[in-house]
């Protein structure tokens, strides 16, 4: 089974700070790794996901995540927030095999919110 | 393409009472899943479809049903609603498997008193 742990629960800057949003996984096989972001009262829609090769992917937001095989992590960041990235964030993993095949494991979620 | 959609957007039931959220997507994907989302739990799988006919369970599948009859509807049953199935639920559907972008509906905020 896998595991997901998001270490903040809410974390508050200020427009044009950097951030980073902490994600650390358990899985006894090989996983993808995924962020979500959910605006308020909307579905959830995928900023970036980590398959393979490079361990550095890109938002075309401004978003990036570098999966940490060895620290099992894969924080996301960004240089410099905007009010609009004001929204809760959620790490999510999907194994690459054994029964649970196919599913999503999600974090708790990190609240990110942007002061002016 | 509609995408992923959702009914009711709202609903309040009575404890005991039995309902069915409906889903619905367009997209001719094979995978579908139901999530409910509690605060500070994250999103945890309900039941989920590999293929029209073909289901299983998720993470907290008690007290709930699913069905897919076919590829485009995947609707989920509470059989005698408790108020700790008080949530928001989320639908979800996806080409492939494991690798692939999960497109979200917009959610059905339930209540059950």
């Known amino acids: 089974a896998q595991s997901v742990t998001q270490l903040d629960s809410q974390v508050p800057v200020f427009e044009e700070a950097p951030v980073e949003l902490r994600c650390n996984y358990s899985?006894?096989?090989?996983?993808?790794l995924f962020w979500y972001v959910q605006y308020p009262n909307q579905g959830l829609q995928l900023l970036l996901k980590y398959l393979s090769g490079s361990t550095l992917v890109e938002s075309i937001n401004g978003f990036e995540a570098e999966f940490n095989k060895s620290q099992t992590s894969f924080h996301l960041r960004k240089p410099s927030v905007h009010i609009s990235d004001t929204a809760e964030y959620f790490c999510a993993v999907s194994a690459l095999g054994g029964t649970s095949y196919g599913k999503l494991t999600f974090g708790q979620g990190t609240i990110l919110t942007v002061h002016p | 393409n509609a995408g992923v959609t959702q009914t009711p957007k709202f609903q309040v039931l009575k404890t005991g009472q039995s309902m069915t959220l409906q889903c619905a997507q367009d997209?001719?994907?094979?995978?579908m899943s139901w999530y409910r989302q509690d605060p500070g739990m994250g999103l945890r799988l309900i039941h989920y479809?590999?293929?029209?006919?073909?289901?299983d369970q998720g993470e907290v599948p008690n007290g709930y049903n699913v069905s897919r009859s076919t590829t485009e509807d995947f609707p989920l049953r509470l059989l005698s609603a408790a108020p700790s199935q008080t949530s928001v639920y989320f639908c979800?559907?996806?080409?492939?498997?494991?690798?692939?972008?999960?497109?979200f509906g917009p959610g059905t905020r339930l209540t059950v008193l």
């Open positions: 979800a559907s996806s080409y492939g498997g494991t690798r692939d972008e999960q497109f």
């Open positions: 997209m001719n994907h094979e995978y």
């Open positions: 479809s590999v293929g029209a006919g073909i289901t």
């Open positions: 899985s006894s096989v090989s996983v993808y």
